[in-house]
Protein backbone atom coordinates (compact mmCIF):
# COMPACT_ATOMS: atom_id res chain seq x y z
CA UNK A 1 0.00 0.00 0.00
CA UNK A 2 2.85 2.44 0.85
CA UNK A 3 4.20 2.30 -2.82
CA UNK A 4 0.68 3.02 -4.43
CA UNK A 5 0.12 6.08 -1.72
CA UNK A 6 4.23 7.43 -2.93
CA UNK A 7 3.21 7.13 -6.87
CA UNK A 8 -0.30 8.75 -5.91
CA UNK A 9 1.03 11.81 -3.47
CA UNK A 10 3.85 12.63 -5.90
CA UNK A 11 1.65 12.44 -8.69
CA UNK A 12 -0.65 15.00 -6.95
CA UNK A 13 2.44 16.98 -5.46
CA UNK A 14 3.06 17.54 -8.89
CA UNK A 15 -0.21 18.63 -10.23
CA UNK A 16 -0.81 22.15 -10.53
CA UNK A 17 -4.01 22.46 -8.30
CA UNK A 18 -1.77 21.22 -5.18
CA UNK A 19 -0.16 24.56 -5.42
CA UNK A 20 -3.41 26.69 -6.23
CA UNK A 21 -4.74 25.01 -3.10
CA UNK A 22 -2.01 25.67 -1.20
CA UNK A 23 -1.25 29.14 -2.34
CA UNK A 24 -4.64 29.95 -1.62
CA UNK A 25 -4.35 29.35 2.04
CA UNK A 26 -0.89 30.70 2.02
CA UNK A 27 -2.30 34.08 1.14
CA UNK A 28 -5.32 33.68 3.20
CA UNK A 29 -3.30 33.38 5.65
CA UNK A 30 -1.05 36.44 5.40
CA UNK A 31 -4.17 38.52 4.17
CA UNK A 32 -5.59 37.60 7.71
CA UNK A 33 -3.15 38.27 10.01
CA UNK A 34 -1.30 41.06 8.76
CA UNK A 35 -4.59 43.27 8.42
CA UNK A 36 -5.95 41.79 11.22
CA UNK A 37 -3.26 41.83 13.88
CA UNK A 38 -6.06 40.29 15.74
CA UNK A 39 -4.62 36.34 16.43
CA UNK A 40 -7.80 35.08 17.49
CA UNK A 41 -9.91 36.95 15.40
CA UNK A 42 -8.11 35.74 12.22
CA UNK A 43 -9.17 31.75 13.93
CA UNK A 44 -12.21 32.75 13.52
CA UNK A 45 -12.20 33.47 9.88
CA UNK A 46 -10.30 31.17 9.15
CA UNK A 47 -12.37 28.68 11.21
CA UNK A 48 -15.65 29.95 9.01
CA UNK A 49 -13.58 29.46 5.60
CA UNK A 50 -12.24 25.95 6.72
CA UNK A 51 -14.99 24.60 7.94
CA UNK A 52 -17.02 25.18 4.50
CA UNK A 53 -14.09 24.94 2.07
CA UNK A 54 -12.44 21.38 3.38
CA UNK A 55 -15.06 19.64 2.85
CA UNK A 56 -16.10 20.89 -0.20
CA UNK A 57 -11.94 20.59 -1.77
CA UNK A 58 -12.29 16.96 -0.25
CA UNK A 59 -15.17 15.66 -2.01
CA UNK A 60 -14.65 17.40 -5.52
CA UNK A 61 -10.74 16.51 -5.26
CA UNK A 62 -11.36 13.01 -4.11
CA UNK A 63 -13.87 12.17 -6.62
CA UNK A 64 -12.09 13.97 -9.70
CA UNK A 65 -8.82 12.17 -8.39
CA UNK A 66 -10.89 8.44 -8.62
CA UNK A 67 -12.01 9.04 -12.07
CA UNK A 68 -9.18 10.90 -13.49
CA UNK A 69 -6.63 7.66 -12.07
CA UNK A 70 -8.91 5.33 -13.83
CA UNK A 71 -6.09 4.19 -16.21
CA UNK A 72 -3.60 4.06 -13.52
CA UNK A 73 -6.17 1.82 -11.01
CA UNK A 74 -6.43 -0.48 -14.41
CA UNK A 75 -2.97 -0.75 -14.96
CA UNK A 76 -2.10 -1.59 -11.54
CA UNK A 77 -5.25 -3.62 -10.96
CA UNK A 78 -3.28 -6.55 -13.35
CA UNK A 79 -0.14 -6.15 -11.03
CA UNK A 80 0.94 -8.84 -8.02
CA UNK A 81 -1.06 -5.87 -5.57
CA UNK A 82 -3.40 -6.41 -3.36
CA UNK A 83 -6.58 -4.75 -3.92
CA UNK A 84 -7.43 -2.65 -1.07
CA UNK A 85 -4.16 -1.36 -1.22
CA UNK A 86 -4.40 -0.03 -4.51
CA UNK A 87 -7.57 2.12 -3.42
CA UNK A 88 -6.87 2.31 0.44
CA UNK A 89 -2.73 3.99 -1.18
CA UNK A 90 -4.87 6.42 -3.37
CA UNK A 91 -7.28 7.38 -0.80
CA UNK A 92 -4.02 8.20 1.70
CA UNK A 93 -2.68 9.96 -1.15
CA UNK A 94 -5.37 12.01 -2.01
CA UNK A 95 -5.96 12.83 2.02
CA UNK A 96 -2.60 13.38 3.08
CA UNK A 97 -1.27 15.62 0.13
CA UNK A 98 -4.52 17.52 0.89
CA UNK A 99 -4.32 17.87 4.63
CA UNK A 100 -0.44 19.14 3.97
CA UNK A 101 -1.62 21.64 1.96
CA UNK A 102 -3.78 22.93 4.64
CA UNK A 103 -1.10 22.44 7.77
CA UNK A 104 1.92 24.10 5.22
CA UNK A 105 0.11 27.08 3.82
CA UNK A 106 -1.84 28.25 6.85
CA UNK A 107 0.94 27.25 8.97
CA UNK A 108 4.18 29.51 7.04
CA UNK A 109 2.35 32.59 7.93
CA UNK A 110 1.23 32.10 11.44
CA UNK A 111 4.29 30.90 12.29
CA UNK A 112 6.18 34.07 10.83
CA UNK A 113 3.64 35.78 12.97
CA UNK A 114 5.06 34.47 15.87
CA UNK A 115 2.04 31.86 17.13
CA UNK A 116 4.69 29.91 18.73
CA UNK A 117 4.74 33.07 21.47
CA UNK A 118 1.21 33.37 21.78
CA UNK A 119 -1.38 31.89 23.80
CA UNK A 120 -3.40 31.02 20.38
CA UNK A 121 -1.57 28.10 19.80
CA UNK A 122 -3.42 25.01 21.13
CA UNK A 123 -6.64 26.94 19.09
CA UNK A 124 -4.83 26.85 15.65
CA UNK A 125 -3.68 23.48 16.70
CA UNK A 126 -7.07 22.32 17.08
CA UNK A 127 -7.95 24.22 13.96
CA UNK A 128 -5.55 22.32 11.70
CA UNK A 129 -6.45 18.89 13.49
CA UNK A 130 -9.94 19.65 12.89
CA UNK A 131 -8.99 20.53 9.18
CA UNK A 132 -6.98 17.52 8.52
CA UNK A 133 -9.98 15.43 9.91
CA UNK A 134 -12.35 16.73 7.70
CA UNK A 135 -9.93 16.28 4.81
CA UNK A 136 -10.07 12.31 6.00
CA UNK A 137 -13.47 12.26 5.79
CA UNK A 138 -15.10 13.63 2.90
CA UNK A 139 -11.90 12.49 0.52
CA UNK A 140 -13.36 8.63 2.09
CA UNK A 141 -17.10 9.36 1.12
CA UNK A 142 -15.81 11.05 -1.95
CA UNK A 143 -13.81 7.95 -2.61
CA UNK A 144 -16.93 5.97 -1.88
CA UNK A 145 -19.09 7.94 -4.15
CA UNK A 146 -16.98 6.92 -6.96
CA UNK A 147 -16.43 3.51 -6.32
CA UNK A 148 -20.33 3.51 -6.49
CA UNK A 149 -20.77 5.30 -9.72
CA UNK A 150 -19.28 4.37 -12.74
CA UNK A 151 -20.68 7.71 -13.99
CA UNK A 152 -18.53 10.74 -13.86
CA UNK A 153 -21.27 13.01 -14.38
CA UNK A 154 -23.42 11.21 -11.55
CA UNK A 155 -20.49 10.93 -9.10
CA UNK A 156 -19.79 14.52 -9.34
CA UNK A 157 -23.48 15.13 -8.85
CA UNK A 158 -23.76 12.99 -5.46
CA UNK A 159 -20.47 14.44 -4.06
CA UNK A 160 -21.61 17.82 -4.37
CA UNK A 161 -25.07 17.09 -2.75
CA UNK A 162 -23.46 15.41 0.35
CA UNK A 163 -21.29 18.22 0.45
CA UNK A 164 -24.42 21.04 0.30
CA UNK A 165 -26.04 19.25 2.78
CA UNK A 166 -22.89 18.53 5.18
CA UNK A 167 -22.43 21.86 4.96
CA UNK A 168 -25.66 23.44 4.56
CA UNK A 169 -28.71 21.83 4.59
CA UNK A 170 -28.52 19.93 7.60
CA UNK A 171 -28.01 23.36 9.60
CA UNK A 172 -30.96 24.54 8.18
CA UNK A 173 -33.09 21.32 8.60
CA UNK A 174 -31.17 21.48 12.48
CA UNK A 175 -31.99 25.30 13.07
CA UNK A 176 -36.08 24.69 11.81
CA UNK A 177 -36.47 21.89 14.07
CA UNK A 178 -35.00 23.58 17.17
CA UNK A 179 -37.59 26.49 16.18
CA UNK A 180 -40.40 24.23 15.58
CA UNK A 181 -39.65 21.97 18.79
CA UNK A 182 -39.07 24.85 21.06
CA UNK A 183 -40.95 24.03 23.50
CA UNK A 184 -39.51 20.66 24.72
CA UNK A 185 -36.28 20.74 26.32
CA UNK A 186 -33.61 20.15 23.37
CA UNK A 187 -30.27 19.61 24.89
CA UNK A 188 -29.89 16.13 24.22
CA UNK A 189 -30.86 16.48 20.63
CA UNK A 190 -29.12 19.14 20.28
CA UNK A 191 -26.13 17.26 21.75
CA UNK A 192 -26.48 14.29 18.97
CA UNK A 193 -27.34 16.27 15.54
CA UNK A 194 -24.04 18.20 16.46
CA UNK A 195 -22.05 15.26 16.86
CA UNK A 196 -23.71 13.25 14.14
CA UNK A 197 -22.66 15.75 11.22
CA UNK A 198 -18.27 16.05 11.33
CA UNK A 199 -18.76 19.44 9.98
CA UNK A 200 -20.94 20.85 13.05
CA UNK A 201 -18.63 19.14 15.01
CA UNK A 202 -15.88 20.44 14.23
CA UNK A 203 -17.62 23.82 14.34
CA UNK A 204 -18.76 23.48 17.87
CA UNK A 205 -15.17 22.24 19.37
CA UNK A 206 -13.22 25.08 18.04
CA UNK A 207 -15.85 27.78 18.92
CA UNK A 208 -15.98 26.30 22.37
CA UNK A 209 -11.86 26.47 22.29
CA UNK A 210 -12.08 29.91 21.79
CA UNK A 211 -14.19 30.75 24.55
CA UNK A 212 -16.69 32.58 23.04
CA UNK A 213 -19.55 30.01 23.72
CA UNK A 214 -21.42 33.12 25.11
CA UNK A 215 -22.48 33.44 21.39
CA UNK A 216 -24.08 30.53 21.25
CA UNK A 217 -26.51 31.43 24.22
CA UNK A 218 -28.33 28.85 26.24
CA UNK A 219 -26.95 26.19 23.82
CA UNK A 220 -23.87 27.20 24.74
CA UNK A 221 -24.01 26.72 27.99
CA UNK A 222 -25.26 22.96 27.76
CA UNK A 223 -22.43 22.61 25.04
CA UNK A 224 -19.65 23.89 27.19
CA UNK A 225 -21.17 22.07 30.37
CA UNK A 226 -20.59 18.69 27.60
CA UNK A 227 -17.94 19.41 25.43
CA UNK A 228 -15.83 21.31 27.61
CA UNK A 229 -15.23 18.15 29.83
CA UNK A 230 -12.60 15.76 28.80
CA UNK A 231 -15.24 13.19 28.37
CA UNK A 232 -16.76 15.35 25.58
CA UNK A 233 -13.34 16.29 23.81
CA UNK A 234 -12.45 12.61 24.23
CA UNK A 235 -16.24 11.68 22.66
CA UNK A 236 -16.00 14.26 19.98
CA UNK A 237 -12.68 12.94 18.75
CA UNK A 238 -13.94 9.18 18.49
CA UNK A 239 -16.89 10.30 16.44
CA UNK A 240 -14.13 12.44 14.07
CA UNK A 241 -12.65 8.65 13.89
CA UNK A 242 -15.18 6.79 13.53
CA UNK A 243 -16.23 9.34 10.37
CA UNK A 244 -12.99 8.41 8.74
CA UNK A 245 -12.94 4.66 9.98
CA UNK A 246 -16.64 3.76 8.41
CA UNK A 247 -16.04 5.16 4.94
CA UNK A 248 -12.76 4.01 4.51
CA UNK A 249 -14.06 0.36 5.88
CA UNK A 250 -16.65 0.84 2.88
CA UNK A 251 -14.00 1.45 0.41
CA UNK A 252 -11.91 -1.43 1.04
CA UNK A 253 -15.08 -3.57 0.93
CA UNK A 254 -15.94 -1.88 -2.43
CA UNK A 255 -13.45 -2.25 -3.88
CA UNK A 256 -13.10 -5.69 -3.06
CA UNK A 257 -16.37 -6.21 -5.47
CA UNK A 258 -16.04 -4.33 -8.28
CA UNK A 259 -15.21 -5.58 -11.73
CA UNK A 260 -12.95 -3.73 -14.37
CA UNK B 1 -1.57 -25.18 -15.58
CA UNK B 2 -4.98 -23.16 -15.58
CA UNK B 3 -8.18 -24.87 -14.62
CA UNK B 4 -11.47 -23.08 -15.09
CA UNK B 5 -14.74 -24.97 -14.04
CA UNK B 6 -18.47 -24.06 -14.68
CA UNK B 7 -17.46 -19.96 -14.64
CA UNK B 8 -20.31 -17.87 -14.99
CA UNK B 9 -20.53 -13.74 -15.15
CA UNK B 10 -23.05 -11.54 -15.25
CA UNK B 11 -23.43 -7.85 -15.89
CA UNK B 12 -26.45 -6.70 -14.96
CA UNK B 13 -28.93 -8.70 -17.60
CA UNK B 14 -26.22 -9.41 -19.87
CA UNK B 15 -25.10 -12.78 -19.31
CA UNK B 16 -21.76 -13.08 -20.54
CA UNK B 17 -20.20 -16.22 -19.45
CA UNK B 18 -22.51 -18.98 -19.27
CA UNK B 19 -20.69 -21.85 -17.57
CA UNK B 20 -16.98 -22.08 -19.11
CA UNK B 21 -15.36 -25.31 -18.06
CA UNK B 22 -11.36 -25.01 -19.59
CA UNK B 23 -8.42 -26.81 -18.81
CA UNK B 24 -4.84 -25.12 -20.29
CA UNK B 25 -1.87 -27.21 -19.86
CA UNK B 26 1.43 -25.56 -19.10
CA UNK B 27 3.47 -24.48 -22.13
CA UNK B 28 2.62 -23.50 -25.37
CA UNK B 29 0.32 -21.02 -27.21
CA UNK B 30 -3.22 -20.85 -27.01
CA UNK B 31 -5.84 -18.94 -28.83
CA UNK B 32 -8.99 -17.63 -27.22
CA UNK B 33 -11.54 -16.63 -30.50
CA UNK B 34 -14.44 -15.39 -30.91
CA UNK B 35 -17.23 -12.72 -32.18
CA UNK B 36 -17.12 -9.63 -30.44
CA UNK B 37 -19.10 -10.00 -27.28
CA UNK B 38 -18.27 -13.27 -26.46
CA UNK B 39 -16.95 -12.92 -23.37
CA UNK B 40 -13.15 -13.32 -24.37
CA UNK B 41 -11.78 -10.01 -22.41
CA UNK B 42 -14.21 -10.86 -19.51
CA UNK B 43 -12.58 -14.49 -19.48
CA UNK B 44 -9.33 -13.16 -19.57
CA UNK B 45 -9.98 -10.69 -17.08
CA UNK B 46 -11.16 -13.33 -14.74
CA UNK B 47 -8.29 -15.13 -14.71
CA UNK B 48 -6.46 -11.47 -13.74
CA UNK B 49 -8.82 -11.30 -11.10
CA UNK B 50 -10.01 -8.17 -12.38
CA UNK B 51 -13.58 -9.50 -13.08
CA UNK B 52 -15.24 -11.16 -10.17
CA UNK B 53 -16.86 -14.25 -11.25
CA UNK B 54 -21.12 -14.49 -10.09
CA UNK B 55 -20.05 -18.50 -9.28
CA UNK B 56 -17.21 -21.26 -10.46
CA UNK B 57 -13.86 -21.29 -9.88
CA UNK B 58 -10.69 -20.67 -11.21
CA UNK B 59 -7.24 -22.57 -10.02
CA UNK B 60 -4.10 -21.40 -11.26
CA UNK B 61 -1.12 -24.50 -10.52
CA UNK B 62 -3.53 -26.04 -8.19
CA UNK B 63 -4.48 -22.84 -6.13
CA UNK B 64 -7.77 -21.12 -6.39
CA UNK B 65 -7.40 -17.45 -7.22
CA UNK B 66 -10.24 -16.28 -5.13
CA UNK B 67 -9.08 -13.77 -2.37
CA UNK B 68 -5.45 -14.34 -3.59
CA UNK B 69 -3.62 -11.73 -5.42
CA UNK B 70 0.47 -13.21 -5.08
CA UNK B 71 -0.54 -15.26 -8.33
CA UNK B 72 -0.53 -12.61 -10.35
CA UNK B 73 3.55 -12.53 -9.71
CA UNK B 74 3.48 -15.25 -12.42
CA UNK B 75 1.35 -13.65 -15.04
CA UNK B 76 2.68 -10.94 -17.59
CA UNK B 77 -0.64 -9.12 -19.21
CA UNK B 78 -0.81 -7.05 -21.91
CA UNK B 79 -4.50 -5.26 -21.76
CA UNK B 80 -6.56 -4.82 -25.05
CA UNK B 81 -6.39 -0.97 -25.23
CA UNK B 82 -3.15 0.88 -24.06
CA UNK B 83 -4.52 2.92 -20.83
CA UNK B 84 -1.59 4.80 -18.85
CA UNK B 85 -1.57 7.22 -16.54
CA UNK B 86 -0.94 10.26 -18.70
CA UNK B 87 1.11 12.60 -17.02
CA UNK B 88 3.80 10.02 -16.53
CA UNK B 89 6.69 9.84 -19.17
CA UNK B 90 7.56 6.69 -20.58
CA UNK B 91 10.97 5.97 -18.42
CA UNK B 92 9.11 6.40 -15.03
CA UNK B 93 6.05 4.52 -16.31
CA UNK B 94 8.69 1.67 -16.55
CA UNK B 95 10.11 2.37 -13.33
CA UNK B 96 6.96 2.60 -11.66
CA UNK B 97 6.00 -1.05 -12.87
CA UNK B 98 9.79 -2.59 -12.58
CA UNK B 99 9.41 -1.29 -8.60
CA UNK B 100 6.04 -2.96 -7.86
CA UNK B 101 7.15 -6.07 -8.89
CA UNK B 102 10.84 -5.60 -7.61
CA UNK B 103 11.28 -9.07 -6.70
CA UNK B 104 11.86 -9.76 -10.38
CA UNK B 105 14.29 -8.87 -12.36
CA UNK B 106 13.49 -6.62 -15.79
CA UNK B 107 14.35 -7.02 -19.35
CA UNK B 108 13.18 -3.54 -20.33
CA UNK B 109 16.36 -2.29 -22.23
CA UNK B 110 16.55 -5.47 -24.30
CA UNK B 111 12.94 -4.88 -25.27
CA UNK B 112 13.31 -1.29 -25.74
CA UNK B 113 16.10 -1.83 -27.89
CA UNK B 114 13.79 -4.12 -30.12
CA UNK B 115 11.41 -1.86 -30.34
CA UNK B 116 12.95 1.26 -31.04
CA UNK B 117 11.62 3.25 -28.34
CA UNK B 118 15.02 5.33 -26.80
CA UNK B 119 13.77 8.71 -28.64
CA UNK B 120 10.46 8.33 -26.51
CA UNK B 121 11.35 7.31 -23.35
CA UNK B 122 11.27 11.19 -21.71
CA UNK B 123 8.16 12.00 -23.48
CA UNK B 124 4.89 12.11 -21.51
CA UNK B 125 2.13 9.06 -21.99
CA UNK B 126 -0.28 11.56 -23.30
CA UNK B 127 1.67 12.67 -26.61
CA UNK B 128 2.75 9.51 -27.91
CA UNK B 129 1.02 8.03 -30.58
CA UNK B 130 -1.45 4.48 -30.50
CA UNK B 131 1.13 2.19 -31.66
CA UNK B 132 4.00 3.27 -29.91
CA UNK B 133 1.60 3.43 -26.73
CA UNK B 134 0.80 -0.34 -27.66
CA UNK B 135 5.22 -0.88 -27.93
CA UNK B 136 5.20 0.40 -24.55
CA UNK B 137 2.93 -1.77 -23.34
CA UNK B 138 4.54 -4.43 -24.98
CA UNK B 139 8.09 -4.10 -23.12
CA UNK B 140 5.57 -3.44 -19.85
CA UNK B 141 4.35 -7.08 -20.72
CA UNK B 142 7.25 -8.74 -22.02
CA UNK B 143 9.98 -7.41 -19.47
CA UNK B 144 8.99 -9.64 -16.89
CA UNK B 145 9.44 -13.63 -16.94
CA UNK B 146 7.01 -15.20 -15.85
CA UNK B 147 5.80 -18.31 -16.82
CA UNK B 148 1.95 -17.44 -17.87
CA UNK B 149 1.57 -14.54 -20.46
CA UNK B 150 -1.60 -12.99 -21.52
CA UNK B 151 -2.21 -11.04 -24.30
CA UNK B 152 -5.72 -9.41 -24.94
CA UNK B 153 -5.10 -8.45 -29.43
CA UNK B 154 -1.53 -7.30 -29.34
CA UNK B 155 -1.26 -6.45 -32.75
CA UNK B 156 -3.81 -3.28 -32.36
CA UNK B 157 -2.06 -0.15 -34.08
CA UNK B 158 1.34 -1.92 -35.13
CA UNK B 159 3.15 -1.17 -37.88
CA UNK B 160 4.64 -4.41 -39.93
CA UNK B 161 8.18 -4.40 -39.07
CA UNK B 162 7.02 -4.47 -35.00
CA UNK B 163 4.42 -6.98 -35.97
CA UNK B 164 7.56 -9.33 -37.22
CA UNK B 165 9.34 -8.58 -33.93
CA UNK B 166 5.95 -9.39 -31.65
CA UNK B 167 5.81 -12.92 -33.52
CA UNK B 168 9.29 -13.48 -32.98
CA UNK B 169 8.91 -12.49 -29.32
CA UNK B 170 6.07 -14.77 -28.82
CA UNK B 171 7.83 -17.49 -30.43
CA UNK B 172 11.01 -16.90 -28.63
CA UNK B 173 8.76 -17.02 -25.67
CA UNK B 174 6.93 -19.98 -25.90
CA UNK B 175 10.27 -22.24 -26.20
CA UNK B 176 10.94 -21.23 -22.88
CA UNK B 177 8.34 -23.32 -21.54
CA UNK B 178 6.06 -20.54 -21.05
CA UNK B 179 1.99 -20.67 -21.69
CA UNK B 180 0.78 -17.90 -23.76
CA UNK B 181 -2.93 -17.03 -23.93
CA UNK B 182 -3.50 -14.66 -27.18
CA UNK B 183 -7.15 -12.77 -28.20
CA UNK B 184 -6.90 -11.82 -31.76
CA UNK B 185 -8.94 -10.65 -34.78
CA UNK B 186 -6.12 -10.89 -36.99
CA UNK B 187 -7.28 -14.71 -38.03
CA UNK B 188 -3.79 -15.03 -39.99
CA UNK B 189 -2.00 -13.91 -36.83
CA UNK B 190 -3.53 -16.48 -35.06
CA UNK B 191 -3.02 -19.17 -37.63
CA UNK B 192 0.50 -18.70 -37.61
CA UNK B 193 1.84 -18.94 -34.05
CA UNK B 194 -1.62 -20.38 -32.11
CA UNK B 195 -0.62 -24.29 -31.00
CA UNK B 196 -4.55 -24.53 -29.86
CA UNK B 197 -7.55 -22.86 -30.19
CA UNK B 198 -10.51 -21.96 -27.76
CA UNK B 199 -13.32 -20.79 -29.77
CA UNK B 200 -16.54 -18.63 -27.04
CA UNK B 201 -19.40 -17.92 -28.56
CA UNK B 202 -22.19 -16.76 -26.61
CA UNK B 203 -20.14 -17.13 -23.03
CA UNK B 204 -19.69 -20.98 -23.77
CA UNK B 205 -16.97 -23.08 -25.07
CA UNK B 206 -17.98 -23.63 -28.99
CA UNK B 207 -15.09 -25.76 -30.10
CA UNK B 208 -11.41 -26.18 -28.11
CA UNK B 209 -8.35 -27.90 -30.32
CA UNK B 210 -5.73 -28.01 -32.99
CA UNK B 211 -6.02 -25.86 -36.35
CA UNK B 212 -6.18 -29.28 -38.45
CA UNK B 213 -8.12 -30.66 -36.22
CA UNK B 214 -11.10 -27.18 -36.58
CA UNK B 215 -10.39 -27.69 -40.54
CA UNK B 216 -11.45 -31.14 -40.73
CA UNK B 217 -14.55 -30.40 -38.57
CA UNK B 218 -15.42 -27.30 -40.84
CA UNK B 219 -14.27 -29.08 -44.02
CA UNK B 220 -12.42 -26.13 -44.67
CA UNK B 221 -9.50 -25.66 -46.25
CA UNK B 222 -8.75 -22.35 -45.32
CA UNK B 223 -8.54 -21.18 -41.42
CA UNK B 224 -10.67 -17.53 -41.56
CA UNK B 225 -13.00 -19.49 -43.70
CA UNK B 226 -13.44 -22.19 -41.23
CA UNK B 227 -13.91 -19.69 -38.50
CA UNK B 228 -16.88 -17.86 -40.46
CA UNK B 229 -18.39 -21.44 -41.22
CA UNK B 230 -18.43 -22.08 -37.45
CA UNK B 231 -20.01 -18.50 -37.28
CA UNK B 232 -22.39 -19.10 -39.59
CA UNK B 233 -23.43 -22.18 -38.95
CA UNK B 234 -24.10 -20.77 -35.04
CA UNK B 235 -25.98 -18.00 -36.39
CA UNK B 236 -28.15 -19.95 -38.88
Known amino acids: ?260 | MIEIDNLHKRFGKNEVLKGIDLTIDNGGIFAVLGPNGSGKTTLIKSILGMVVPNSGTIKLNGTSIKKNWEYRNDIDYLPQIANFPGNLTVKELIKMIKDLRSSKTADDERLIELFKLQPFLDIKLNNLSGGTKQKVNLVLTFMFDSPLVILDEPTTGLDPISHIRLKQLITAEKEKGKTILITSHIMSFVEEIADEIVFLLEGKIYFRGSIPALKTKTEQSDFEHAIASMLSSSYA
Open chain 1, 1 to 260: MLKILKYSFFDLMRSRWSYVYFLFYLLLGVVLLFLNNDLSKAVITLMNVIIVLVPLIGTIFGVMYYYNSKEFTELLLAQPVKRSSIFLGQYFGVALSLSMSLIIGLGLPFVFYGIFNSGAIWDFSLLLVTGAFLTLIFTALAFVIALANENKIKGFGYAILLWLFMAVIYDGVFLMSLVYFEEYPLDKFSLVATMLNPVDLSRVLILLKLDISALLGYTGAVFQKFFGTSVGFILSSLMLTLWVIVPTYFIQRMAKRKDF
